[in-house]
């Protein structure tokens, strides 16, 4: 085989490769909780040591606080009491529901 057909069969395998990947991509579907993260930080506290503490797969945390997975109330729930977080609507709303809280504060400017 040429050089010149090892060049496109190389082009082609790239291409294929490059459309699986971004097939395989993870999306976001939910928002990233950007301040419960830094709350989890300022805790001390790692994804490891939180998962231990909630029985929530290092994985599965990740994907919560990444956007990449929901999360429900029983999570809510067990990273309130973990983290030691005032469960009061407006801590809920800070941490869990951030597009609540910049949707809100958007309207109010209107």
Same mark, same amino acid.
């Given at each position: 085989?040429?050089?010149e057909?090892?060049?496109?069969?190389?082009?082609?395998?790239?291409?294929?490769?490059?459309?699986e990947?971004?097939r395989?991509k993870?999306k976001?579907?939910?928002p990233?909780?950007y301040?419960?993260?830094?709350?989890?930080?300022?805790?001390?506290?790692?994804?490891?040591?939180?998962?231990?503490?909630?029985?929530?797969?290092?994985?599965? $945390?990740? &994907?919560? *606080?990444?956007?990449? =997975?929901p999360? !429900? /109330? #029983?999570?809510?729930?067990?990273?309130?009491?973990?983290?030691?977080?005032?469960p009061?609507?407006?801590?809920?709303?800070?941490?869990? $529901?951030? &597009?609540? *809280?910049?949707?809100a =504060?958007?309207? !109010? /400017? #209107?």
């Amino acid at each position: 085989m040429t050089d010149e057909k090892y060049g496109a069969i190389f082009k082609m395998l790239r291409n294929a490769a490059k459309k699986e990947g971004d097939r395989l991509k993870k999306k976001k579907k939910y928002p990233v909780l950007y301040d419960l993260k830094g709350l989890i930080r300022s805790r001390g506290k790692t994804y490891r040591s939180l998962s231990e503490e909630t029985g929530m797969s290092v994985d599965s $945390l990740n &994907n919560k *606080l990444n956007g990449y =997975s929901p999360i !429900d /109330s #029983d999570d809510v729930e067990v990273l309130v009491r973990a983290l030691e977080i005032r469960p009061d609507t407006e801590n809920i709303i800070k941490f869990f $529901l951030p &597009n609540l *809280l910049r949707n809100a =504060s958007n309207s !109010d /400017s #209107d």
